[in-house]
Each structure stands twice: as structure tokens, then as C-alpha cells.
């Protein structure tokens, strides 16, 4: 079984930087995309950010991050990182990292998350 590991979370002033972690262990040849979402309280979970890792150029975003936040991969290392710079109070949430196996269509695999808190 596939376990995901996040690391990074904290407390930040608006406009700071935070850098996520999210170490995968287990038959990670099994997976072919990890991602990064995000559950704000009283909302629901919200898709963040994604990468291929057969070829970690092959990334996307939700809108509302876009041109903030920078998804990237260490293979080697199993790793999955989530940059987030600019922060806004918004954007305070619990992060949870998440993978999916090949030839599925869901993310199946998730860690336990880690707490953003952005203060204004």
C-alpha cells in the first residue's frame, strides 16, 4: 500500500512563502500523477495542483493559484513538492497530498494532511 507523508505546514503572515513536502513510500511504480489538495473549514476539499511523473514538465493548477503556487517532483527521492508564495489568508487550509494509480481515474492514496494558516 502506497502512504503519503506531508510535511511543511504552518503559520505565515499574508504575502509570505511556505514550502510543502510530501514524501511517498511503498510500490510507488504503481503511480503515474501526484497532486496537492487543499479542505478550508466548512468547505469542501478543493483540487490545488498536479504533476505527471512520467514527465514532471506535464503540470497544472487550479486557477486560484496559479502563478502562485509551484508543484515539482524528486524522484529519486519520492518527494512531491508544493511552493506556495504570495500567500493569502485564502488560502488557509488543510493540504493533503494524494496520488493516483496507473490506469485509474481517481486519486486513491492520501496523506494525513498538513495545517496552512495564512494570518492578514
Known amino acids: 500500500q502506497v502512504q503519503l507523508v506531508e510535511s511543511g505546514g504552518g503559520l505565515v503572515e499574508a504575502g509570505g512563502s511556505l514550502r510543502l513536502a510530501c514524501v511517498a513510500s511503498?510500490?510507488?511504480?504503481?503511480?503515474?500523477?501526484m497532486g496537492w489538495f487543499r479542505q478550508a473549514p466548512g468547505k469542501d476539499r478543493e483540487f490545488v495542483a498536479q504533476i505527471l511523473l512520467a514527465n514532471t514538465r506535464i503540470k497544472s493548477y487550479a486557477d486560484s493559484v496559479k502563478d502562485r503556487f509551484a508543484i515539482s517532483m524528486d524522484n529519486a527521492k519520492n518527494t512531491v513538492f508544493l511552493q506556495m508564495n504570495s500567500l493569502k489568508p485564502e488560502d488557509t487550509a488543510v493540504y493533503y497530498c494524494?496520488?493516483?494509480?496507473?490506469?485509474?481515474?481517481?486519486?486513491?492514496?492520501w496523506g494525513q494532511g498538513t495545517q496552512v494558516t495564512v494570518s492578514s
Open positions: 494524494a496520488s493516483r494509480g496507473r490506469g485509474t481515474s481517481n486519486f486513491s492514496f
Open positions: 511503498g510500490p510507488t511504480y504503481r503511480l503515474d500523477k
